[in-house]
Structures are given as structure tokens and as C-alpha cells.
T-cell receptor
Framework: NAGVTQTPKFQVLKTGQSMTLQCAQD?????MYWYRQDPGMGLRLIYY???????DKGEVPNGYNVSRLNKREFSLRLESAAPSQTSVYFCASSEVEDTQYFGPGTRLTVL | EDQVTQSPEALRLQEGESSSLNCSYTVSGLRGLFWYRQDPGKGPEFLFT???AGEEKEKERLKATLTKKESFLHITAPKPEDSATYLC????????????FGAGTRLAVHP
């Protein structure tokens, strides 16, 4: 069981470039989440998918889009990266009302 | 506004010196309180869930307790391998598995 996997581990972008962060889980969970983690702040929810075929905004959705590709995969896209999006991004999954399990993170720098 | 505050921000202990980390919360309704451990460069790793005041959970040198306004993570006779950032998160009613995270406590245990 790999749990939650994320790719890439590190990425450097220039302002205005786009990229997609990939996340996959093998725990057969229905719900998946994208968070960002910034120094001195708690993890903040960007988007979530309560079940396959649904996505909803979280606390800080501006500048991001998501796709729930299937039950296993949930991707996060930055259409036009900005320096304010420099952060560490974590994907998580859970059963609907249960413990969230996190991936190893993607460290993104936008220059 | 729902809020989770962790204290202290950082804690330095000598090996074997017991202490407690605090997580205080003000939320509209508590469904559960989660503790996670996060090592540098890694994703949060689940430790405990507490659901009601008076509940306690233990794992090795860690014990988590819950009251109506706060939770404590007690660390007994810590070892250097307990060094990590400990995150607290509160699950609130919201139509989905919504977690509000504190900023964490960075624990360093020195031999």
C-alpha cells in the first residue's frame, strides 16, 4: 500500500507559467483534498472532492483548478502561476467523515 | 470565526524531560480533534482522533487529552526521535469533512 502519492516532489516555475500537480491514492477513499502549507500558518484547504465526479472550493481556491479524474486521482492545476503561490502543496484522502491521510507534498517555487 | 491556536510555537526539551503541547479551539461545533506529526520535508502523519471531552488516547510516549476548549498532547520521557512538528486540527460541521488546522508546535528533543 503506497497510500497517497504526489508528483512532482519539487518544481520551480516562472510567473505566468502553468503546471498540474498530480495526486493518487490506493486506499479506495471517496474523498480527496488539496491543501497548501505556508510558514507560520496552518494547512489551508484549496479544493476538495467529496466523491468521484464532484469538486468544491475550499478556503483559498483563487488561482487554482482541480479535476477528479477517477476515484483514485485528483489533480490541481495552476493556470498562470504567481509568486504568492509559492508554497508546499499536500494532497489528502479520506472516507467521507473520517481521518484524512496525507501525501508527501510538492514544494513549488514561483519566481 | 472558527479558530485553532497551538502553543508554544516551538519547544526545546532535553531527552527524558516530559512536557505538554496545547491546542485551544473556538469552533461552532466540534465533531472531532485530530493530532498529526510532521517531519521536515514530509507530509503530516496521523496520530490520534478525540471526539468528546474527557477522552484520552495513548501511543508509546504520547498521550492526547480533550476538554471542551482545548486538547493537550503530553510527551513522557521524550527521545530525540520524537523531534517533529505536531499539528492539531479540528473537524467542524460543514457539509463535508472540514478540518481547521493550527500552525503547529515545533518540538526539538536533545540528547
Amino acid at each position: 500500500n503506497a497510500g497517497v502519492t504526489q508528483t512532482p516532489k519539487f518544481q520551480v516555475l516562472k510567473t505566468g507559467q502553468s503546471m498540474t500537480l498530480q495526486c493518487a491514492q490506493d486506499m479506495n477513499h471517496n474523498s480527496m483534498y488539496w491543501y497548501r502549507q505556508d510558514p507560520g500558518m496552518g494547512l489551508r484547504l484549496i479544493y476538495y472532492s467529496a466523491s468521484e465526479g464532484t469538486t468544491d472550493k475550499g478556503e483559498v481556491p483563487n488561482g487554482y483548478n482541480v479535476s477528479r479524474l477517477n476515484k483514485r486521482e485528483f489533480s490541481l492545476r495552476l493556470e498562470s502561476a504567481a509568486p504568492s503561490q509559492t508554497s508546499v502543496y499536500f494532497c489528502a484522502s479520506s472516507e467521507v467523515e473520517d481521518t484524512q491521510y496525507f501525501g508527501p507534498g510538492t514544494r513549488l517555487t514561483v519566481l | 470565526e472558527d479558530q485553532v491556536t497551538q502553543s508554544p510555537e516551538a519547544l526545546r526539551l532535553q531527552e527524558g524531560e516530559s512536557s505538554s503541547l496545547n491546542c485551544s479551539y473556538t469552533v461552532s461545533g466540534l465533531r472531532g480533534l485530530f493530532w498529526y506529526r510532521q517531519d521536515p520535508g514530509k507530509g503530516p502523519e496521523f496520530l490520534f482522533t478525540l471526539y468528546s471531552a474527557g477522552e484520552e488516547k495513548e501511543k508509546e510516549r504520547l498521550k492526547a487529552t480533550l476538554t471542551k476548549k482545548e486538547s493537550f498532547l503530553h510527551i513522557t520521557a521524550p527521545k530525540p526521535e520524537d523531534s517533529a512538528t505536531y499539528l492539531c486540527a479540528v473537524q467542524t460541521p460543514g457539509g463535508y469533512n472540514k478540518l481547521i488546522f493550527g500552525a503547529g508546535t515545533r518540538l526539538a528533543v536533545h540528547p
